[in-house]
């Protein structure tokens, strides 16, 4: 097999992280998938991976040489419960690629056999699910919002048991990195202090490199609690991304909480369809903890749990770990970090809310009153849609009709159509106080403009459940990759209203949704 030209890193810099591994050989591979714009994003070539060469080195068959797999271990809160010891039970790391813009980036395996991590499971997992991996990654670069991807699926030729057999699969996913919250969790449920720095120090230089002389001192805590902090805001951001497209990550336990500020494991995932904020699809998520409004609070829950994981490194010397008065002022200053993610979120979530409503500039320079305004308006906007059970993809995305001057498209979505005109009103005049302060004059080309801003920050398609299973079941039950193949091509441009993709733009029937679940896929 050829070189892809790897490095490894986490092995090498963080002893005690990881295990080597190799992956399960299967009977009949296959490629299905390859995310060519990805090969390309990290100096590969897709055309090298034609034919059998492709088939048996996407399904574990025949790596790369200069491959070295790794499970990685980390622990985790899953659904509020902790367990000190998680890692990967069915995903390996193969290695590191530096990519064409000069960002490392992990290329790993996931459904590849049985880890050291793997509890009693088969390591393995099924044509669905991974599938499900590709729509959702793609949907969301597409969205501009950061994470995984997947850079290849292949079919295994075997079964995989669930609750039927089904046919098996490995992803290939590529992340920023695989550090979780959960790999900070990992050393700090076992007191290890310096290899919880050592850890600490990897993510700092990966994803943070200005902190790594912050405070002038080798072992001072400021560059941790800047971590904390960079952490805090990149998740801030990224909530405030899913909440604005609608995205329900599903089971935001913090071994599902990238370091790197990306999406990652998409399982019990889904687009929400009808606004509510109390929407969950998960089929395990009885107690409603990741619904749709829940995700602000459980990301600032998980960044809680990092906190509590780099207290150690927070002291000024490493006899304050028992010093009762300098761990409660490392705690004091961890919780002011945790403190200001709602404040850092409310403003992410704003920003984008003024975007999607199709503002360029707020009432005044840091005028409190203005915001406050600014979010009684997204706020009421979405009340509305709530109580009129109105498509929030769908409604979003005819405010730009409404900027024309034409209300029917989106008053057609709303149980009592007269009920939008309150709103609407409001929504005018706040959009003329914005085209006076941007210095537009002329009624006609400012409405024409705001179409355009409106029509490109809100889609006209997702990643509608509906849609979603259709494909999925085609490519598991059929073999089918027809559906799944033009869903994505859908996706990858989902702010052009193109005729030939108009049933992805269309809810599903209430009846469907309300009975939809989704489900992890292990």
Wanted: charge should be negative; include cysteine; glycine fraction near 8%.
């Amino acid at each position: 097999m050829p070189r892809f030209g790897f490095d490894h890193s986490y092995a090498r810099d963080l002893p005690g992280a990881s295990v080597s591994c190799q992956p399960a050989t299967v009977p009949t591979p296959r490629l299905l998938y390859v995310n060519e714009p990805l090969a390309q994003e990290l100096g590969l070539d897709p055309a090298a991976w034609r034919g059998a060469v492709g088939d048996a080195l996407f399904a574990g068959n025949a790596l790369p040489e200069d491959a070295q797999p790794i499970a990685q271990a980390y622990a985790g809160h899953q659904f509020g419960g902790f367990s000190p010891q998680l890692g990967d039970g069915r995903a390996l790391l193969l290695g590191e690629l530096i990519d064409r813009r000069g960002q490392r980036r992990d290329v790993a395996f996931k459904g590849s056999g049985r880890t050291p991590f793997s509890r009693g499971g088969d390591g393995k997992a099924a044509i669905g699910p991974m599938l499900r991996e590709v729509l959702i990654g793609e949907a969301l670069h597409a969205l501009g919002i950061p994470t995984t991807r997947a850079l290849a699926v292949a079919a295994t030729g075997e079964e995989v048991w669930r609750d039927r057999p089904l046919p098996g699969a490995v992803l290939t996913r590529v992340a920023a990195s695989h550090l979780r919250v959960g790999t900070f969790q990992f050393f700090a449920a076992r007191g290890a202090v310096e290899p919880l720095r050592r850890l600490a120090d990897y993510a700092i230089a990966r994803h943070d490199p200005a902190l790594a002389d912050l405070g002038g001192m080798d072992e001072g805590p400021a560059r941790y609690l800047g971590l904390l902090r960079a952490v805090a805001q990149r998740q801030a951001a990224l909530v405030a991304q899913w909440l604005n497209v609608g995205f329900i990550h599903g089971v935001m336990n913090t071994d599902n909480m990238a370091i790197s500020g990306e999406s990652i494991d998409f399982g019990p995932c889904a687009f929400m369809e009808a606004f509510d904020p109390a929407a969950v699809f998960s089929s395990i998520d009885h107690g409603g903890r990741y619904a749709y409004g829940n995700q602000p609070h459980i990301a600032r829950w998980n960044l809680a749990r990092l906190a509590e994981a780099l207290l150690p490194l927070l002291v000024d010397a490493p006899r304050d770990l028992d010093d009762e008065a300098a761990l409660q002022r490392a705690a004091a200053q961890a919780m002011a970090v945790i403190d200001a993610f709602p404040g850092w979120h409310a403003q992410a979530l704003r920003q984008g809310q003024r975007a999607k409503l199709g503002l360029q500039v707020a009432t005044a320079a840091d005028d409190v009153v203005g915001d406050e305004a600014d979010d009684a308006l997204a706020r009421d906007w979405l009340a509305l849609l709530q109580a009129q059970g109105a498509d929030f993809t769908l409604a979003w995305r005819h405010l730009a009709d409404a900027a024309e001057g034409r209300d029917a498209p989106l008053a057609a979505l709303l149980a009592e159509p007269a009920a939008l005109q309150p709103w609407l009103a409001r929504w005018r005049t706040r959009c003329a106080q914005d085209d006076l302060a941007a210095g537009l004059t002329d009624p006609a080309a400012a409405a024409t403009a705001r179409a355009a801003r409106l029509r490109a920050v809100n889609p006209w398609v997702i990643a509608r459940n509906q849609r979603v299973e259709e494909a999925l079941e085609a490519a598991t039950d059929h073999g089918d990759l027809g559906p799944f193949e033009r869903l994505l091509a859908a996706l990858r441009q989902p702010f052009d209203e193109r005729p030939a993709y108009a049933r992805y733009a269309e809810p599903a029937p209430p009846a469907v949704t309300a009975r939809y679940q989704t489900f992890c896929g292990t």
